[in-house]
């Protein structure tokens, strides 16, 4: 028998800390909440990125009565990116969340299906994204979705 142990990588910071750069983006994922149609979970989720083209794009999450059918602000973001420029790498995505009781003091993490769609993007372009889980008390930093999908399935292990 051998143990295998994995470590991950979390840098927690303060909004302050963040580089310029980094605090827009956390800023437009806060201010993309309010793009949110969330009639039906009233939570609220913004994601904005940045790509490698210095163009910032920005996502909501959508839902529909066929609940299925609604998409994650991560997706709507990164699927938006891809569609527009897909010649661009996603260097940094930011993410935050609210609810009723306003923006989450925790850090928000993507959904298991947003994590797999980021990390196919990630071999794609074979670039690293960067990714800030925002909350009002503090913020987390991932520096490659692998952090947060550890034995992941990609494309590679088809063959
Ligand atoms: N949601 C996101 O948009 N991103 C996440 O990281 C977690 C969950 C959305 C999906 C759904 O519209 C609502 O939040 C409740 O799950």
Redesign the pocket.
């Known amino acids: 028998m051998e143990q295998i142990d994995i470590n991950i990588s979390i840098e927690s910071y303060q909004l302050d800390e963040l580089s310029p750069q980094d605090q827009e983006l956390v800023q437009a994922a806060i201010k993309a909440t309010h793009n949110?149609y969330?009639n039906?979970?009233r939570?609220?989720?913004g994601?904005a990125l940045r790509l490698e083209n210095g163009k910032m794009v920005i996502?909501?999450?959508?839902?529909n009565a066929a609940f299925p059918s609604?998409?994650?602000?991560?997706?709507?973001a990164v699927f938006a990116a891809q569609a527009n420029y897909p010649d661009s790498p996603i260097e940094t995505l930011a993410?935050a969340?609210r609810n009723e009781k306003g923006v989450l003091p925790n850090p928000?993490?993507?959904?298991g299906a947003?994590r797999q769609v980021i990390l196919e993007i990630e071999d794609r372009y074979k670039k690293p994204i960067k990714i800030l889980l925002y909350g009002t008390q503090k913020i987390y930093c991932v520096r490659s979705v692998k952090d947060l999908l550890p034995l992941s399935f990609v494309d590679d292990n088809m063959r």
């Open positions: 949110a969330a039906y979970s939570f609220y989720v994601a996502g909501a999450n959508q839902e609604g998409l994650c602000a991560e997706r709507t993410i969340g928000i993490t993507p959904c947003c």
